[in-house]
């Protein structure tokens, strides 16, 4: 039974290891001057996951690059942005994909979340794919207006199905 448990822990180690996010392109709104971007740089800086930042200034953006095989929460993310003073105004997140087959308005299980994809051709994702969170207070309510025409799934309104969170993704 020890062997048995010991088996199935190493296999959910070897899975999470494979399906991860490595980085992200976060835009943020409301920025006005340096000073604006360095607070926002300090409370990003502050998440256990988060490896280092870049910043470009010009388009008020920050790539954020991860830990491996960090969980990576991106509500946390949003609410150090919120807790700055500013707001997300669009984030797209690279994750490492290994033979997941997508279709549009289907959930999947990814990294120990489950990602709501929307306005997807069905395919096979593989290797590094962009990916963008359409969720409310991650892209602007009109965007968000337009995206909630595309699912018949009542989570796109409350970002959770049966009490879980759900990420809802576009490629």
């Given at each position: 039974m020890k062997t048995l448990l010991i088996a199935l822990a190493l296999i959910g180690v070897?899975?999470?290891?494979?399906?991860?996010?490595?980085?992200?392109?976060?835009?943020?709104?409301g920025l006005t001057c340096a000073m604006c971007s360095n607070a926002t740089?300090?409370?990003l800086k502050t998440l256990p996951f988060i490896d280092k930042i870049d910043t470009d200034l010009n388009n008020t953006t920050f790539i954020l690059y991860f830990k491996p095989n960090s969980n990576v929460n991106l509500d946390q993310i949003r609410g150090?942005?919120?807790?700055?003073?500013f707001s997300v105004a669009k984030l797209t997140v690279t994750a490492n994909f290994d033979q997941v087959k997508v279709e549009n308005d289907t959930h999947i299980p990814f990294a120990g979340q489950t990602l709501h994809f929307i306005n997807v051709k069905p395919q096979t994702l593989q290797g590094d794919k962009d990916i963008?969170?359409?969720?409310?207070?991650?892209?602007?309510?009109?965007?968000f207006k337009q995206y909630s025409t595309q699912t018949k799934m009542g989570c796109y309104k409350t970002g959770t199905?049966?009490?879980?969170?759900?990420?809802?993704?576009t490629i």
């Open positions: 070897q899975f999470t290891a494979s399906a991860q996010y490595k980085k992200a392109s976060l835009q943020a709104a740089f300090k409370a150090k942005v919120e807790g700055a003073g963008t969170v359409i969720d409310k207070d991650f892209i602007t309510g009109k965007a199905m049966e009490g879980k969170r759900v990420y809802h993704v």
